[in-house]
């Protein structure tokens, strides 16, 4: 595993691109060694704050590195803003330390950025980056579809179909969220169906900033989303009838369709200087 993540890493240096992401890869493989005998769960007990089972630990500074997550994925804290911790700390009724650990936390998942003197910032969002984390992304996903289909978890994939039916609903309601929802628990049902325990804390290290980039392409194009329902929906048919070819094609194209809508919407934003839908509110944090 740690070979093969090397392997794209190198690839990416041979043909000349500057990845953005090559210190997470290398703390990543320090990371998977420590962890290689662990055991990864990967459904575990949702607490107060985590919407969708993502927080692994009741810790106070999960929770609240959690719901500083949710909005700078729904740039409700924009990039660059400055996140002040007495005013999450009185928002949230806790202490600011807490919000300090949380804030560690965050930095780790290249959301925000701390600066010494000066405080906590959201991360720039940056169309190298972008590119670099899908090319990533697809390689250790067209892994996990390979796997799913070795190990065939019947639950696992009935819990991807619900997933799929749940897209389609939000789609055709155009309800962003719904169908990000729908789309992060697609890829969770995936993710425990593979088996592998190491490729699942891979992914899980690159999974905030994941999740911050699909909710910008879910948003820039919320009004047609049919497109990303029907590759769903072939990727987990392929899955299911073990036809690897026909789940690496549907994933590509997925994978494709969001980097490609991501940075659509990455300028959009940056040109228009808008939030990523007419509905959201965008609040400057003072």
Same mark, same amino acid.
């Given at each position: ?58 810790? $106070? ?32 009724? %806790? ?104 490729? %699942?804390? %891979? ?21 047609? $989303? ?53 509905s959201t509110t965008i609040n400057q944090i003072p």
């Amino acid at each position: 595993m740690l070979r093969f993540i090397q392997q794209v890493f190198n690839n990416f240096l041979k043909k000349g691109k500057k990845c953005q992401l090559h210190k997470t890869i290398q703390a990543i493989q320090k990371s998977a060694l420590r962890i290689s005998n662990k055991k990864i769960l990967l459904q575990p007990k949702t607490v107060k704050g985590d919407k969708m089972g993502l927080i692994n630990s009741s810790n $106070l500074s999960d929770i609240v590195a959690e719901q500083i997550r949710e909005k700078i994925i729904k740039m409700e804290y924009k990039p660059g803003d400055k996140i002040v911790e007495s005013k999450i700390a009185k928002e949230l009724n %806790v202490s600011q330390s807490p919000i300090r650990e949380s804030l560690r936390i965050l930095e780790r998942n290249m959301l925000v950025k701390l600066i010494p003197r000066k405080g906590a910032y959201v991360s720039e969002l940056i169309e190298s980056h972008i590119e670099s984390l899908y090319e990533i992304l697809s390689e250790l996903l067209v892994l996990v579809g390979k796997k799913c289909i070795a190990h065939y978890d019947a639950a696992s994939l009935k819990q991807a179909e619900i997933a799929t039916e749940q897209a389609l609903i939000a789609a055709k309601e155009n309800d962003i969220d719904g169908f990000y929802h729908s789309v992060i628990k697609f890829g969770v049902s995936c993710l425990s169906g593979c088996k592998d325990d190491l490729l %699942v804390h %891979v992914i899980q290290e690159l999974f905030p900033t994941m999740r911050r980039i699909l909710y910008l392409s879910i948003s820039y194009r919320y009004k047609n $989303l049919t497109e990303n329902v029907d590759l769903l929906k072939s990727g987990k048919d392929a899955i299911m009838n073990k036809n690897f070819k026909a789940a690496e094609d549907a994933l590509r194209k997925w994978m494709k369709l969001e980097k490609d809508n991501s940075i659509k919407g990455l300028q959009a934003e940056l040109v228009l200087g808008v939030g990523p839908t007419p509905s959201t509110t965008i609040n400057q944090i003072p």
